[in-house]
């Protein structure tokens, strides 16, 4: 019986890895259409910001566009580390270094996604005043950021520990 438990673990294994790397690639494509969609928002502020010859708007806009460019190559390194990730625990990998190490990129991913938009929203403010509305979603968007890079950095110890558990299980037997 435990033979067959085993089995039919690992047969669940595989489907939810799967879905979940197809979740990975759905959440690129729509990240990379949503960064797009405010870029394109940005561009039309720029292009008015300089018609009009407000240089604090410029500015404004090119940190906007250096946060987005920013946390987008972090995140898509995310998703890239995660869909690797994923395809190693099909293969019944689960507690490796290399595991260990990808949880802790995505979990660095996370906090400098953190960081920068927390400076950007101060440049942002500072350069722009008044912006209460935005500055209240980019607050919540580097809070959940945060929260994402903790839980990761969480994930990565486990795997570690796991590991060298696993190592000293295989040195006793």
């Given at each position: 019986?435990?033979?067959?438990?085993?089995?039919?673990?690992?047969?669940?294994?595989?489907?939810?890895?799967?879905?979940?790397?197809?979740?990975?690639?759905?959440?690129?494509?729509?990240?990379?259409?949503?960064?797009?969609?405010?870029?394109?928002?940005?561009?039309?502020?720029?292009?008015?910001?300089?018609?009009?010859?407000?240089?604090?708007?410029?500015?404004?806009?090119?940190?906007?566009?250096?946060?987005?460019?920013?946390?987008?190559?972090?995140?898509?390194?995310?998703?890239?580390?995660?869909?690797?990730?994923?395809?190693?625990?099909?293969?019944?990998?689960?507690?490796?270094?290399?595991?260990?190490?990808?949880?802790a990129?995505?979990?660095?991913?996370?906090?400098?996604?953190?960081?920068?938009?927390?400076?950007?929203?101060?440049?942002?403010?500072?350069?722009?005043?008044?912006?209460?509305?935005?500055?209240i979603?980019?607050?919540?968007?580097?809070?959940?950021?945060?929260?994402?890079?903790?839980?990761?950095?969480?994930?990565?110890?486990?795997?570690?520990?796991?590991?060298?558990?696993?190592?000293?299980?295989d040195?006793?037997?």
């Amino acid at each position: 019986p435990e033979v067959r438990n085993m089995k039919t673990e690992k047969d669940n294994v595989i489907p939810v890895c799967s879905a979940l790397q197809a979740v990975t690639v759905a959440a690129g494509v729509l990240g990379t259409l949503f960064a797009v969609s405010v870029g394109m928002f940005g561009g039309m502020w720029l292009s008015l910001a300089l018609g009009d010859h407000a240089m604090l708007v410029v500015w404004a806009c090119v940190v906007g566009f250096a946060t987005l460019l920013s946390v987008s190559t972090l995140c898509i390194v995310a998703l890239v580390t995660f869909f690797g990730l994923c395809g190693r625990l099909k293969t019944d990998t689960a507690f490796t270094e290399q595991n260990g190490r990808a949880m802790a990129r995505i979990a660095r991913c996370f906090a400098v996604s953190t960081a920068v938009i927390a400076a950007g929203v101060v440049l942002i403010r500072l350069l722009l005043g008044e912006t209460l509305l935005p500055m209240i979603y980019l607050a919540l968007l580097a809070f959940l950021f945060a929260f994402i890079a903790l839980m990761a950095h969480a994930l990565a110890l486990l795997i570690r520990r796991a590991q060298a558990l696993q190592q000293e299980s295989d040195l006793t037997v």
